[in-house]
């Protein structure tokens, strides 16, 4: 099905552990995005990227590294997880200046 | 700085009832655009709308509505006759237009119930 899809959708890591969420969309929309969702602060850009092998950071990028050898697909990788980066995330893509269309999250569980 | 403020964190209401979310955003930038999603229960993220800087047009979806006054900073959201399917978090968002980079910034949500 065309869309926008997150693996896991559900994850527990140890502190310490490296874990990558991986985004696949099949519009091949140059844009893609990565937010996390915390209460009491909506959502917050992580990185973002223009085009394949162009990547950007956003607003909390610490702690995050992120690849795009290929269009439809943008992982996020936590190198050393720590309990903050306990989070809901969201990746999301849009063909320019556009809306952006997310996927269905993935909840992060740092022990 | 770009910035989004969305004062309130809950609102309840009765079913039928009309409800308004507000929203208001600072920019430096001319050029903008201003976003609606709501965020159900199940927990994605639907986009609503999406305004340009230079509409400032008022428009209705439906039993939806979106009121954009660039002297106020503002981009409220309006239900009318609101439903229990209508229970969600909003989030208002802003973005810059810089050459084709759209990165949102968004809103800390209002939580919206709507009780039977």
């Known amino acids: 099905d065309a869309g926008i899809t997150q693996s896991p959708r559900y994850k527990i890591t140890e502190t310490g552990r490296q874990v990558t969420l991986m985004c696949h969309q099949t519009?091949?929309?140059?844009?893609m995005f990565w937010y996390r969702q915390d209460l009491g602060h909506g959502l917050r850009l992580i990185y973002y990227?223009?085009?394949?092998?162009?990547?950007d950071k956003g607003e909390v990028p610490d702690g995050y590294v992120v690849s795009r050898s290929k269009t439809e697909n943008f992982p996020l990788t936590l190198e050393s997880a720590t309990r903050s980066q306990t989070s809901v995330y969201f990746c999301?893509?849009?063909?320019?200046?556009?809306?952006?269309?997310f996927g269905p999250g993935t909840r992060l569980t740092v022990t | 700085a770009q910035k989004v403020t969305q004062a309130q964190t809950e609102i309840s209401v009765v079913e039928k009832e009309d409800v308004t979310l507000d929203c208001v955003y600072e920019?430096?930038?001319?050029?903008?655009?201003l976003f609606w999603y709501k965020q159900p229960p199940s927990g994605e993220l639907v986009f609503l709308i999406r305004?340009?800087?230079?509409?400032?047009q008022n428009e209705i979806s439906g039993r939806y509505s979106w009121n954009f006054q660039k002297s106020t900073s503002s981009f409220n959201f309006t239900i009318t006759a609101s439903q229990v399917v209508d229970s969600a978090v909003y989030f208002c968002a802003l973005s810059e237009a810089r050459q084709g980079a759209q990165k949102l910034v968004f809103g800390q949500g209002t939580r919206l119930t709507i009780n039977p």
């Open positions: 990227s223009a085009a394949a092998d162009i990547t």
């Open positions: 920019t430096r930038d001319t050029t903008y655009y």
């Open positions: 519009w091949s929309h140059s844009y």
């Open positions: 305004r340009n800087s230079f509409d400032e």
């Open positions: 999301a893509s849009s063909p320019g200046v556009h809306e952006q269309y």
